[in-house]
């Protein structure tokens, strides 16, 4: 095989041999997907969490199976709502790692939903609902799904910028999930959530503009997702730190879904390698939704 053919073989597309890899929220559903992804094809990647149990079973379950030798899943505890505590994970992994090549923002929360939805409720009525939701929830979902992100990633940037230096045409590279909520012009009954990822939307643009520049060499992108089995969506995890959605033949129809399904694991890890592997991807939010924002634009 010559080396002009041999760059089109998928293992050279998207390879992530030896990279060292940090998801937040890692331990269960979206993170754990993304954190499988790249461990199973030579990665080392850190999962975080405020739960060290989840990680450690997840570590436990998933990381003594891997198809790469290489591949690693270590567990380490973060709250990204603190920032001393991001700083704690961040000293954590300088003591083993001179460098980061991926970090995986996914870490988030919602906290309730309201009733009102397209309904025909009076102005009197809607006030008293969308008033009385709790403004502490407004303010956790918006400190974890946007200002944890924020905080993280630049508190990893020096180790983000170190996996370009010495290397041709590499990059450390961000990658923040936000959510087909973050797009649509619904509000799927939690305004705080939607305002939130469309926050986060907007902050991945403002951070893949400055970080583009050559002092820096950090590129940032984000995935939105659509319906993916996860304990924010099916409110637990089994065993294995999975999440099941129970799919009838009318899902797609009831949940305005063209795939007719929701999500599965390789989707979302088909997305975060090729974001994370292309270096020609800057600023861009990638939607894997099954086609749900052509039902709900």
Known sequence: MSAENAKFVVKNLFNVEGWVCVVTGGGSGIGLMIAQAFANNGAKVYITSRRQDVLEHAAKQWGSS????????????????????????????TKNEDHIDLLVNNAGISEGKSAVEKGDESANDLSTELFGEDQASWENVYRTNVIGCFFTTTAFLPLLHASSLG???????????????????????????????????????????EFRRKAVQVRVN????????????????????????????????????????????????????????????????????????????
């Open 167 to 209: 290397k041709s045409q590499h990059t450390g590279s961000v990658i923040n999930i936000t959510s087909v909520s973050g797009i649509t012009r619904t509000t799927q009954r939690h305004y705080k959530y939607n305002v939130s990822k469309a926050a986060a939307i907007h902050l991945s643009t403002l951070l893949a503009q």
């Open 66 to 93: 891997l198809a790469h030798p290489k591949g690693k899943l270590i567990p380490v505890t973060c709250d990204v709502m603190s920032k001393e505590s991001i700083k704690q994970l961040v000293q954590e992994i």
């Open 222 to 297: 984000n995935i939105a997702p659509g319906i993916f089995p996860s304990e924010m969506t099916t409110g637990s995890s089994d065993e294995l730190n999975k999440s099941q959605i129970p799919v009838a033949e009318d899902y797609g129809e009831k949940k305005g879904i063209p795939a007719g399904r929701p999500g599965r694991d390789e989707d979302i890890a088909q997305a975060a390698l090729l974001l994370a592997c292309n270096q020609y991807a800057y600023g861009q939010t990638l939607a894997i939704d099954g086609g749900y924002l052509l039902e709900h634009p």
